[in-house]
């Protein structure tokens, strides 16, 4: 993928033309072709202006904090899988480029609310929010966010509406399970993906969910599009997982097991805790070195360089690909497009990468 951190080109409140727009990597087919590719990038960048639009505000440190993860960057992959959806659906629209706003919007609330969660320092190359006004004002913006996206899904109807809520529902209590842990007795693989399913999955769905019933597609074209998002969203997450193991810091943008010394449950540390509890030795021996002090630069990177030695890790990308192996085949019921193409590439992109 692309560096998140990388600016979208364009003043603030200026516009932005459809040749200043980037394409996310796995999506070059969608640039190269002739008719489909025009249509993207204009719809990406209208899309853009809508954002800029969607958080302005007379208040000026609202104006100001809203701005602030919008102006550092984005890959933007959320819109962009609204209007594919949209595409394959029957056309693009004002509809389909409102709703692909509202997705993203609803992604960058998100994001100002889980870094407050995990005491993030950082998000695509600048200060989080809450290091820079404190943690009431962060929330507070996620909220007023929040409120913007609700505002602009009102004019599209009320089945809009109702994915929307129900989107929002699921993040929430993705991310609920996530802070609370797994019930008792449930596998903490079943839990993990459900979490996943929930903070992850569920707003990619969205996007196909929103794109196609806002461009008058029928029901099975809808029911399609909703599942291939749906396991994109969690092999894409599954894929991170991994990478915070094994990706290099000058491509990721992040220093290889960030994840593990914040004591954060990824795939490869439950595969790791699953095969030490079922009497591997080497894994036992890594898991220790992860219930050790993960503080010293020195031991995060033992811990690291055995977990990413260990067989969980190769198993760990073997689940993120059966994932989107599976995004791909639920495509199978659509007839052949570039849109169609574009979407399988993508899926492809997010298991096959560094960062």
């Known amino acids: 993928m692309t560096d998140s951190s990388a600016p979208r080109p364009g003043a603030p409140g200026t516009g932005l033309d459809a040749d200043q727009v980037r394409l996310p990597a796995g999506f070059d087919l969608i640039a190269s072709d002739d008719r489909l590719g025009p249509v993207v990038l204009e719809a990406l960048a209208r899309i853009e202006d809508r954002l800029d639009e969607a958080v302005r505000s007379t208040d000026r440190l609202a104006d100001v904090t809203s701005r602030h993860l919008l102006q550092a960057g984005g890959k ?50 600048v200060a989080t929010a809450q290091t820079v006004w404190g943690n009431s004002v962060a929330i507070l913006t996620g909220d007023l966010i929040f409120a913007r996206a609700s505002s602009m899904v009102s004019d599209l109807g009320q089945r809009a509406l109702r994915i929307q809520a129900d989107t ?57 599009l909703v599942e291939y998002g749906e396991k994109v969203g969690i ?3 599954l894929a991170d997982d991994v990478i915070d193991v094994v990706g290099a810091d000058e491509v990721s943008g992040k220093s290889p097991g960030t994840d593990l010394r914040e004591g954060v449950p990824t795939l490869p540390v439950l595969l790791v805790r699953r095969m030490a509890r079922e009497g591997d030795a080497a894994a036992a021996r890594v898991v220790a070195l992860l219930e050790a002090d993960l503080g010293p630069d020195a031991a995060l990177a033992e811990a690291v360089a055995a977990l990413a030695a260990h067989p969980a890790t190769e198993e760990a990308w073997r689940i993120a690909r059966a994932w989107a192996d599976e995004a791909i085949a639920a495509l199978e019921p659509l007839a052949d497009s570039v849109p169609k193409r574009a979407l399988v590439a993508f899926a492809h992109a997010v298991v096959h990468r560094e960062a």
Do not use: W
Request: glycine share 12%; proline share 3%; hydrophobic share 45%.
């Open 76 to 125: 933007r992959v959320r819109p962009l899988l609204t209007v594919l959806a949209g595409e394959i659906g029957g056309g693009v629209n004002d509809a389909v480029l409102e709703a692909a706003a509202v997705v993203e919007l609803t992604h960058l609330a998100t994001l100002y609310h889980d870094d407050v969660m995990d005491s993030a320092p950082l998000r695509r190359g």
């Open 235 to 237: 092999a894409f997450q």
């Open 168 to 224: 929002f529902e699921r993040l929430v209590l993705g991310q609920l399970h996530e802070t609370v842990g797994p019930r008792e007795g449930q596998d903490a693989l079943e839990h993990y993906l459900d979490v996943l399913a929930g903070k992850t999955g569920s707003l990619i769905a969205a996007c196909g969910h929103f794109g196609t019933v806002l461009a008058g597609a029928d029901q099975d074209v809808v029911d399609v």
